[in-house]
């Protein structure tokens, strides 16, 4: 090779070695989206929205690779559309590395087949589903279906919380005797039921209904049985939390309650009764001292107290001289936040403000004045009401006197609710 050849390419070699290190710093001074700190990357990842979030998830495989995940693990379903539950379980069938993303299941409607099969594949990351029935009756499917269906069905290791919503417009449809498998989770500690017929869980057929690690049972607007309501107090030896809501369904049936809660005396930490009604053709009272657990009270004043002689039921010091004494019978030993309910009378117009009844007012004075002897433990007290509470001079009494003690005191709407975890009610100082 001639000598100015050699040289050219000689020239040209160091040119390119020293382009090559003049321009390796500047790549190095470049910053990736995934070399931000985890909690900054998560938190704006939060912020997008899912359809940018797939966007995103194709900028880059390593980008790909930290979306995914995120990306998969909350899914929803829309009914009427190609992402109804039928889609979601081909979009899993044909795309099986999904499952092992799968955290949580958002589906708007119950279809009885394409449900049972979504549960007929193992997701190991699953461990919350919600089922919110919102328009029109359930898809039909015969009974022998279900059951050919049900023999598929999958023990989901993660799953810990379910919910079945039927949206309250609708009238109530009932779950049949191959619907409660569904519910069969042996790891389920939360389970919400709304607006749906219960009765079929009372069925001594389903010797395999068993939730022995519930803790938390919430039924609103449902229909039951005292069975079926015994068979889901009783699943559990563990039970902490029970919310019966009837505040557009059927009332609460007091004595069918009488011999099932005390199968959960021991554990309860939190009850609430919540219902609208106003009429009580028979008086009845619970006798909740032995419920040394329960923190968390949400009751009708006459269903705490002992009725007399009205369909409402007083327990005046006129009736009962030693209202004192009464009051500390009835409530749980260590209660530490008490919801009345109903202690504001229905007025003739919505617009004219409406009194406590005079009893509640009692009531609570005398919870106030006396709490040493008769709820020792008494942080909260809290009165719900329907539409407008007169703001009275008795009334700002009592609350001068609850500052005074302390106690906590205040008015709540019907759908609210106190969480004694998040309040900082359920603490053991006296402060």
């Known amino acids: 090779m001639p000598r100015r050849r050699r040289a050219t390419q000689a020239v040209k070699s160091a040119k390119g070695k020293a382009c090559a290190h003049t321009s390796t710093p500047r790549r190095r001074s470049e910053k990736h989206l995934l070399d931000l700190p985890p909690e900054v990357l998560d938190a704006i990842i939060d912020e997008i929205a899912i359809c940018d979030m797939a966007v995103l998830a194709r900028t880059c495989k390593a980008v790909k690779a930290y979306i995914d995940p995120r990306l998969h693990q909350k899914m929803y379903t829309r009914n009427g559309t190609p992402q109804d539950t039928e889609g979601l379980v081909d979009l899993l069938q044909t795309?099986?590395?999904?499952?092992?993303?799968?955290?949580?299941?958002?589906?708007?409607?119950?279809?009885?087949?394409?449900?049972?099969?979504?549960?007929?594949?193992?997701m190991p990351r699953l461990w919350c589903i919600s089922i919110q029935h919102q328009e029109g009756e359930w898809a039909h499917v015969g009974e022998r279906e279900k059951r050919t269906l049900n023999r598929a069905l999958v023990e989901q290791p993660a799953l810990t919380k379910m919910v079945f919503l039927r949206n309250v417009n609708l009238a109530p449809e009932k779950l049949s005797r191959p619907d409660i498998r569904l519910f069969n989770c042996s790891h389920l500690t939360h389970l919400r039921l709304s607006n749906v017929d219960l009765s079929e869980f009372g069925n001594p057929?389903?010797?395999?209904?068993?939730?022995?690690?519930?803790?938390?049972?919430?039924?609103?607007?449902?229909w039951y049985s005292a069975a079926a309501l015994k068979r889901l107090v009783t699943a559990s030896n563990c039970l902490k939390s029970i919310t019966l809501s009837a505040i557009?369904?059927?009332?609460?049936?007091?004595?069918?309650?009488?011999?099932?809660?005390?199968?959960?005396?021991?554990?309860?930490?939190?009850?609430e009764l919540v219902q609208r009604s106003m009429y009580y053709p028979r008086p009845f009272t619970f006798d909740l001292s032995s419920f040394t657990a329960l923190r968390l009270l949400r009751i009708e004043p006459r269903l705490l107290l002992a009725p007399y002689g009205n369909n409402?039921?007083?327990?005046?010091?006129?009736?009962?001289p030693d209202l004192a004494d009464l009051i500390r019978r009835r409530l749980p030993p260590n209660l530490k936040v008490l919801l009345l309910s109903l202690t504001e009378p229905?007025?003739?117009?919505?617009?004219?403000?409406?009194?406590?009844?005079?009893?509640?007012?009692?009531?609570?004075?005398?919870?106030?004045?006396q709490r040493d002897a008769v709820a020792p433990k008494l942080k909260g007290l809290f009165m719900y009401y329907e539409e407008n509470m007169?703001?009275?001079?008795?009334?700002?009494?009592?609350?001068?006197?609850?500052?005074?003690?302390?106690?906590h005191m205040g008015s709540l709407g019907l759908t609210d609710s106190v969480d004694l975890a998040w309040s900082g009610f359920d603490t053991d100082d006296d402060d």
């Open 205 to 222: 057929g389903h010797g395999f209904f068993l939730l022995p690690h519930l803790l938390l049972l919430w039924v609103e607007d449902c």
């Open 248 to 271: 557009n369904g059927p009332p609460i049936a007091e004595r069918m309650l009488q011999p099932i809660l005390p199968h959960a005396a021991s554990n309860l930490e939190t009850l």
């Open 390 to 407: 007169a703001d009275t001079e008795e009334l700002n009494k009592l609350y001068d006197l609850a500052n005074s003690i302390p106690v």
């Open 95 to 122: 795309r099986p590395e999904k499952l092992s993303l799968v955290a949580i299941l958002v589906l708007d409607e119950y279809h009885p087949r394409h449900t049972r099969r979504l549960l007929a594949m193992c």
């Open 312 to 320: 409402r039921g007083t327990y005046s010091t006129t009736e009962n």
């Open 346 to 369: 229905f007025g003739p117009r919505a617009d004219i403000a409406q009194v406590i009844f005079p009893e509640d007012m009692e009531l609570m004075k005398c919870l106030l004045e």
